[in-house]
């Protein structure tokens, strides 16, 4: 699970989201965000997370600021993310910053 | 779960993993790093999330880079990073990225 960046620099958006509680077609939505980013110009990996209690946290690594700007207004994505308004998240951060560095270690 | 961080700019070291099998020490020292990691100058607040299949992601915030220097070479903390490549972790991802945009979304 844990992407293989290239060298920094590159950009990061982290989700960090609390969720509702049920399924509530989430499942089904966060498996085709995941297939949908991939084939995003620009996309580099993503690392995701999430317990039984609800918490997640979702890595996902981009080229550019503006290949995460291009994401965020996909129009799909934006379906998601205005469902997630309404349904699936009773909160979250999202945070966008630029990787300056970063190591590896064991079979990652 | 959700730091309440202030308005960027500021930094976040990035740390995914998998764990190896079984406890071995792992949620005590864990617990002691929250812990030490809170009382560290330039602190801004942590994210973390893991599995019970063991994948983790810990997102720590910090006022600059200096800061996540000192956390990085603090003398406990380097004693957990050394015992962690021998016991705990399986593989494992470090990024240090600057944060420069944030939102929030509901109880956050």
């Given at each position: 699970m844990i992407a293989r960046t290239?060298?920094?620099p590159y950009f990061v958006a982290i989700f960090t989201s609390a969720r509702?509680?049920?399924?509530?077609?989430y499942g089904a939505m966060s498996a085709r965000m995941v297939e949908l980013a991939r084939e995003q110009?620009?996309?580099l990996?993503?690392?995701s997370v999430r317990t039984a209690g609800g918490h997640g946290i979702t890595v996902s690594y981009w080229q550019s600021l503006e290949a995460i700007g291009a994401w965020k207004?996909?129009?799909e994505h934006l379906e998601a993310q205005r469902e997630g308004r309404e349904r699936w998240y009773g909160a979250y951060a999202v945070r966008i910053a630029k990787v300056e560095r970063q190591h590896f270690f064991g079979d990652a």
């Open positions: 290239p060298e920094p509702t509680p049920g399924d509530d077609g110009p620009g996309y990996g993503m690392e207004r996909n129009a």
